[in-house]
């Protein structure tokens, strides 16, 4: 049943009622023209893209990325927040450690095999880069 588009949808509507002043939408088309751009992206622009108070939202960041990564792993799709760093690190796409062990936690719990967790980062950022150039002239 959770690859039901009803649930998929479910998942964006709930994304959508406990974002703290994240939007759901708002955050998937940053992430998405990021990554068409070929860029990381810093959670303050992810915040920034909401129109969300970054002092506000901060400590919500990690579980709204958390939505959008199960959303789009029900569609078939890369770890999105895999491009989404540290602003310190948005020009290499490095994750700190504790960014990068609940981003490997993410993957575990969607059941993705992890052998080599910076591997597997760096991967799931070209899929990233790959699915926004595919999805070029779909509508977001």
Known sequence: MTSDPVYIQ??????????????????????????????????????????????????????HLWSLVEYAHRKGWPMLSAIVVNKPNVASGSMEPETLKGFIAAAKELGLSVTDEERFLRDQQERVFEWARDMIGTPN
């Open 10 to 63: 479910a998942l964006a509507d709930q994304a959508r009622r406990i974002g703290k002043g994240l939007d759901f939408k708002k955050s998937y088309d940053a992430i998405r023209n990021s990554a068409v751009e070929g860029r990381f992206m810093s959670y303050k622009e992810l915040a920034d893209a909401s129109g969300a108070e970054w002092s506000k939202v901060h400590h919500s960041i990690g579980e």
